[in-house]
């Protein structure tokens, strides 16, 4: 199983940006796809994206398309996520997470099977 630790959230203006980190450990971090989901106060946690093993394929909730890029670094175990063009409704607590080897989509909670603590962003108007 995968250990996760994400960081970098904090407290930013409307338009601002943060990159959230999500530091992995096992030796398995390379092949297993990754995946960032955030929960708002009184509101489920949802999806916000995917990344697979490689980098190669990527996928975004609607409401982020265009503004957060994730990305990953094997080498340094890391999978991040760039926040541009920050809005209040952003504000959540964001949770990274490994998708589960066989899961067959990739922006359900079911999907994945080890998950971070989180980390708190809030972004004020």
């Known amino acids: 199983q995968v250990q996760l630790v994400e960081s970098g959230g904090g407290l930013v203006q409307a338009g601002g940006s943060l990159r959230l980190s999500c530091a992995a450990s096992g030796r398995t971090f390379s092949s297993i796809d990754m995946g960032w989901f955030r929960q708002a106060p009184g509101k489920e946690r949802e999806f916000v994206g995917h990344i697979n093993w490689n980098g190669a394929s990527r996928h975004y909730a609607d409401s982020v398309k265009g503004r957060f890029t994730i990305s990953r670094d094997n080498a340094k175990i890391t999978v991040y996520l760039q926040m541009n063009s920050l809005k209040p409704e952003d504000t959540a607590i964001y949770y990274c997470?490994?998708?589960?080897?066989?899961?067959?989509?990739?922006?359900?909670?079911?999907?994945?099977?080890?998950w971070g603590q989180g980390t708190q962003v809030t972004v004020s108007s």
């Open positions: 997470a490994a998708r589960n080897r066989w899961s067959s989509s990739y922006d359900s909670d079911s999907d994945f099977g080890s």
